[in-house]
């Protein structure tokens, strides 16, 4: 749906410079993924489960790089994930989910 994705991206434009204040350099990573590769990553290990919000393109990760080290470390990236989830009671940080970190994941769930 291109209005809940609209609002989704709104919220990435105020995590991007909200991690600019807090220091934290971004590089981007995935955004959209097919199906296939959904499948893919769940039959690697790579993925948990079977559907994702990127299938929807309604989640995206990032990499960190805080005084230039790339870091996925769940306490360094705690205030943006903090953020995130302040921006929206729909926006989920990766970092907070219950069955396995992943921290580099931002998502709106509806
Ligand atoms: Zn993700």
Same mark, same amino acid.
């Given at each position: 749906?291109? &209005? =809940? %994705? $609209?609002?989704? /991206?709104?919220?990435?434009? /105020? #995590?991007?410079?909200?991690?600019? !204040? /807090? ?6 990573? =995935?955004?959209?993924?097919?199906? !296939? %590769? %959904?499948? &893919? ?7 948990? +489960?079977?559907? &994702? ?15 230039? %080290?790339?870091?996925?470390?769940? =306490? ?7 953020? $995130? !989830?302040? #921006?929206?009671?729909?926006?989920? $940080? ?8 992943? +921290? ?5 769930? #509806?």
């Amino acid at each position: 749906m291109v &209005s =809940e %994705q $609209w609002k989704f /991206l709104q919220d990435v434009s /105020l #995590l991007i410079n909200k991690a600019k !204040e /807090l220091g934290i350099v971004l590089t981007g990573g =995935e955004l959209y993924r097919s199906r !296939e %590769q %959904q499948l &893919s990553y769940f039959h690697s290990g790579k993925s948990k +489960t079977k559907t &994702s919000q990127h299938m929807k393109r309604l989640a995206i990760d990032f990499n960190f790089f805080i005084d230039g %080290q790339l870091t996925y470390e769940k =306490e360094k990236i705690q205030p943006l994930g903090e953020y $995130w !989830e302040g #921006l929206s009671p729909a926006n989920r $940080w990766g970092g907070n989910f219950k069955n396995f970190t992943d +921290t580099p994941h931002f998502e709106r769930f #509806l």
